[in-house]
């Protein structure tokens, strides 16, 4: 399915913009991809499809670097870990970004669950060299932004537990707002070098947090029981 995360609003949008670029998007049950061979692509259906460059675009992936040193992993490859990132296996580990699985819950892999938990992984480690309690990770989202050509994107917004809903923004202003975005980047980045610890982010999710309490069979929370 093109654009599977998508609203069915932002996947019209996307689809009504690759096809003004000539993209002709191959879908169904029959299309998933069985081989790549140096002039083609093969798929599920039994169909091959010339090509003469072939781009990988598949999704992201783990180094497997955990699940080789023997360390709990989650079944893509993502070291399981505590609410603040340290391995359920040993305190002196601590997983950042993607590659960690907080709880058995692990985040949506993007720059936005990366970018915080890059930067908790790091508090979390000067936490425990300095003897402090390290804290808990709490992050949520505001959506996902596909870019479509230097002229065109469109941003899908999504509540803070990442559900997509009906709000999307396409054309030229969702192309400002992504290459905004991953300049953004590089801003923090380079703030963060000449200031260590000054990222933050602001974006929380209650409900991911109503779920850990569910699975570890804790009481609600008074606000919970009320909302």
Not at 121 to 150: H, K, S, W, Y
Not at 189 to 218: C, H, M, T, V
Request: aromatic share 4%; charged share 25%; glycine share 12%.
């Amino acid at each position: 399915m093109l654009g599977p995360y998508l609203h069915r609003r932002g996947r019209h949008s996307v689809a009504k913009r690759l096809a003004q670029l000539g993209v002709t998007v191959v879908e169904g049950s029959g299309a998933n991809v069985t081989a790549v061979t140096r002039d083609a692509v093969r798929l599920g259906d039994g169909r091959t499809l010339p090509s003469r460059v072939t781009i990988w675009t598949a999704g992201f992936g783990v180094p497997d670097l955990a699940a080789r040193s023997g360390l709990s992993t989650d079944a893509l490859g993502r070291l399981l870990t505590d609410e603040t990132l340290t391995s359920v296996d040993d305190v002196r580990i601590v997983a950042a970004g993607d590659s960690a699985a907080p709880s058995g819950l692990p985040l949506r892999m993007s720059c936005q669950s990366a970018r915080p938990l890059g930067a908790h992984a790091a508090d979390t480690v000067l936490n425990r060299i300095t003897g402090e309690p390290p804290a808990r990770i709490n992050m949520g989202f505001f959506g996902q932004c596909i870019g479509l050509g230097r002229r065109g994107a469109t941003a899908q917004l999504a509540s803070k537990d990442d559900t997509a809903n009906g709000f999307y923004i396409g054309g030229r202003l969702a192309a400002t707002i992504k290459e905004t975005a991953i300049k953004g980047v590089l801003k923090e980045l380079a703030n963060e070098a000449r200031k260590p610890g000054s990222y933050s982010w602001f974006i929380k999710d209650d409900k991911r947090q109503q779920l850990l309490r569910a699975k570890r069979g804790e009481a609600p929370t008074i606000a919970e029981r009320t909302a």
